[in-house]
């Protein structure tokens, strides 16, 4: 469709940059991610990380553990790879079963190999507008923003979703542009009246089809950061009739993530280089 953001164009190109980059590398950068029992988003992401990782030439390495792994093993793991001269980057793939404590284990993470940018460190870097990690999926909305010449300075943006990988840290990197952010969640008593007067809406629910045509005004621009898997298909949080009414779409499946996984495999670049 034309009004559509082509996020899976501009990850190709940055595939290209990063694989001319990691050329110049002496020692081969490594990446490890960690999973946690079994989910199928996860693994999907998982998946799609560890292809884009042998394309460029980085060296994967995928630890799984299974639901009822002491969380102690998994932290003396995380320990292991922080001490591991030859991992550049770490990464526990979220959501986590809920027995485990996901903010000890994030933060057992050293800072200067969380790819993800969310142990408290970076978060906090993040959030007081310094130089830091930024999560994966934000810089790829971001990115979106950049390529597309979109204005953030003084744009009402809805964001629907305040989860860790995307909504929280976003709402940050947003204000910190000039953007008036207003956040709707799982409380948000009537979320169309928000996303009716946003010029941009960002949704990361994993609600399938939840953002619909009559939830946003004309020429609004949407992004879908989404993801929900329902018999073997992945669909993204906006219904299709939305493409009628906004002036520019970023779907989930063909723009949003692929970007994301481009992000990720650029932020363990910036783990290595900032090693040097």
Not at 143 to 154: A, M, R, V, W
Not at 163 to 177: D, Y
Not at 222 to 246: F, P, Q, T
Request: proline share 2%.
């Amino acid at each position: 469709m034309s009004n559509e953001m082509n996020g899976k164009e501009i990850s190709l190109n940055i595939e290209n940059e990063l694989k001319q980059s990691i050329k110049g590398c002496i020692i081969r950068p490594s990446v490890a991610v960690i999973q946690i029992g079994d989910n199928e988003i996860s693994e999907m992401f998982i998946k799609l990380k560890e292809e884009l990782c042998i394309r460029v030439g980085v060296y994967f390495r995928y630890h799984k553990f299974e639901e009822d792994t002491p969380e102690l093993t998994i932290i003396n793991k995380i320990k292991e790879l922080n001490n591991d001269d030859y991992v550049n980057g770490i990464m526990i793939q979220l959501p986590l079963p809920e027995k485990y404590n996901e903010k000890r284990l994030l933060n057992t993470i050293i800072n200067s190999k969380d790819v993800d940018g969310l142990t408290d460190i970076n978060i906090g870097r993040l959030i007081s507008g310094r130089k830091t990690i930024v999560p994966s999926c934000v810089l790829s909305i971001m990115t979106l923003f950049q390529e597309y010449n979109i204005e953030l300075k003084g744009k009402e943006v809805v964001i629907v979703g305040k989860g860790k990988l995307v909504g929280r840290s976003l709402i940050n990197v947003l204000i910190n542009e000039g953007a008036t952010v207003t956040v709707c969640h799982s409380k948000t008593v009537d979320i169309k009246k928000h996303t009716c007067c946003a010029d941009i809406v960002i949704s990361a629910t994993g609600v399938k089809g939840l953002i619909t045509d009559d939830m946003i005004k004309k020429d609004a621009i949407v992004i879908d950061a989404g993801c929900y898997i329902e018999d073997g298909k992945v669909y993204g949080d906006i219904d299709n009739s939305v493409y009628k009414k906004a002036s520019l779409v970023a779907n989930s499946i063909d723009s949003v993530m692929p970007l994301t996984i481009a992000m990720f495999l650029k932020n363990t670049l910036l783990c290595y280089n900032n090693k040097k």
